[in-house]
Each structure stands twice: as structure tokens, then as C-alpha cells.
């Protein structure tokens, strides 16, 4: 697994900017936002900013945050 696959991410429609959000909650400020017109395009700029985000910071020997955002939601199963 690759050091950025670690990282939550996830995309969300804004009403008020009539955009898709991606965003990565554990490396924001560092880079973490973008938008796009459709979800695929929003999540694919998420993924590339991700990634370079996580490349640049090994380069130049940038500690990150490490991965803590998790999803919150519980799973509810039907008996």
C-alpha cells in the first residue's frame, strides 16, 4: 500500500459553490481541497494533489500528519 492510500478522502456536492468538493481532511492545510463539475473529476484532482502532496513532503523530508480521519458512521445490519 502506498504511503497516500492511507489517507481518507472524499468528495461532496456544494450548493453553495454549485461544485464538487474533494477533500482530504488529514492534510488540509497542506493541500487537501479541490473541485470539480462532475464527482470523477473532483476525486481524480483529489488523488493527484494527494499524491503529490505526499511525494513533495518525502523529498523534502516534510513530517506529515499521520492518517486519523476515519469514517464515523456505523454499519446497521437488518435482522
Known amino acids: 500500500m502506498r504511503p497516500q492510500d492511507r489517507y481518507l478522502m472524499f468528495v461532496r456536492w456544494s450548493e453553495e459553490d454549485r461544485l464538487y468538493i474533494?477533500?482530504?481532511?488529514?492534510?488540509?492545510?497542506?493541500?487537501?481541497?479541490?473541485?470539480g463539475t462532475t464527482q470523477a473529476e473532483a476525486f481524480g484532482k483529489l488523488c493527484e494533489i494527494v499524491d503529490d502532496t505526499v511525494a513533495t513532503a518525502a523529498e523534502k523530508s516534510i513530517a506529515l500528519p499521520p492518517p486519523a480521519t476515519r469514517p464515523m458512521r456505523e454499519v446497521e445490519t437488518v435482522s
Request: charged residues 5%; contains cysteine.
Open 22 to 35: 474533494g477533500y482530504c481532511p488529514d492534510l488540509y492545510p497542506f493541500g487537501g481541497v479541490c473541485h
